[in-house]
C-alpha cells in the first residue's frame, strides 16, 4: 500500500527557509487520482491545513499561508516538497504529509509519520 | 474561514460504554447540489499521525470498525463510538472541507 515519509532539517534558525520532502512508495505520485498536500501541528496543539499539488503542478493552498508556501512535485523522484519562507517561533510544528482524493474533497486518507521543525536561532 | 469547534474538549467514558463527540461549524458545510456534508473525522493516536475515520459527515473509511458511527447535517455534526474499548483513547479531530479545510480543536477520550 501508499507509503509517505517527510523528510527534512529539524531546525530552522528564524528569517529562514524551511523545506520539507515527501517520499511516496508503493504507488505512483503522477496518479490523476490524488493530490499531495501538507499539514502541521503546533505541539500540543490541533491541525493546520498547509496546501497541495497535484501530478500536474495545480495547487490547492490555504490563504493564509499562501505568500510564504511554495509545494512542488517532482514525478522523477516520487517526491513533493514544502518551503515555507521567513519563518518565525510560530512554525515550529509537527508537519505532515497526506493525500486527498481532489480539491473538491479534501479527506486525508494516508498520512506520512511526521516530522518536527523546531524554528530557534 | 469556516471555523469549527468541537465539544468537549475531553470526555472520559467507561470501557463497554457510548461516547460522543460534538463539532459545530460556523457555517454550513452542506452543499446544495449534491445534498453533502463536507465534514470528515480523524482519530489521532499517541505519538502517531492522524488516521481518517469518517467523510461525508457518516461514511465510513475501509476497515474502520463500526463501532465508530458519524451524523449530523448543515452546521451540527457527531461522532460516536457505540462501545468503547480501550484502543480508541485518542484525539478526535473535526474536519471541513466545503472550502479552504479547517479543522476543530481535538476532543481527548480517555477511559474512565
Known amino acids: 500500500q501508499v507509503q509517505l515519509q517527510e523528510s527534512g532539517p529539524g531546525l530552522v534558525k528564524p528569517s529562514e527557509t524551511l523545506s520539507l520532502t515527501c517520499t511516496v512508495s508503493g504507488g505512483s505520485i503522477s496518479s490523476s487520482t490524488y493530490y499531495w498536500g501538507w499539514i502541521r501541528q503546533p505541539p500540543g496543539k490541533g491541525l493546520e491545513w498547509i496546501g497541495s499539488i497535484n501530478y500536474s503542478g495545480n495547487t490547492y493552498d490555504n490563504p493564509s499561508l499562501k505568500s510564504r508556501v511554495t509545494i512542488s512535485v517532482d514525478m522523477s523522484k516520487n517526491q513533493f516538497s514544502l518551503k515555507l519562507s521567513s519563518v518565525t517561533a510560530a512554525d515550529t510544528a509537527v508537519y505532515y504529509c497526506?493525500?486527498?482524493?481532489?480539491?473538491?474533497?479534501?479527506?486525508?486518507?494516508?498520512w506520512g509519520q511526521g516530522v518536527l521543525v523546531t524554528v530557534s536561532s | 474561514d469556516i471555523v469549527m469547534t468541537q465539544s468537549p474538549d475531553s470526555l472520559a467514558v467507561s470501557l463497554g460504554e457510548r461516547a460522543t463527540i460534538n463539532c459545530k461549524s460556523s457555517q454550513s458545510v452542506l452543499y446544495s447540489s449534491n445534498n453533502k456534508n463536507y465534514l470528515a473525522w480523524y482519530q489521532q493516536k499517541p505519538g502517531q499521525s492522524p488516521k481518517l475515520l469518517i467523510y461525508?459527515?457518516?461514511t465510513r473509511e475501509s476497515g474502520v470498525p463500526d463501532r465508530f458511527s458519524g451524523s449530523g447535517s448543515g452546521t451540527d455534526f457527531t461522532l460516536t463510538i457505540s462501545s468503547l474499548q480501550a484502543e480508541d483513547v485518542a484525539v478526535y479531530y473535526c474536519q471541513q472541507y466545503y472550502s479552504t479545510p479547517t479543522f476543530g480543536q481535538g476532543t481527548r477520550l480517555e477511559i474512565k
Open positions: 461525508w459527515a457518516s
Open positions: 497526506a493525500r486527498h482524493p481532489e480539491t473538491a474533497m479534501v479527506t486525508l486518507d494516508c
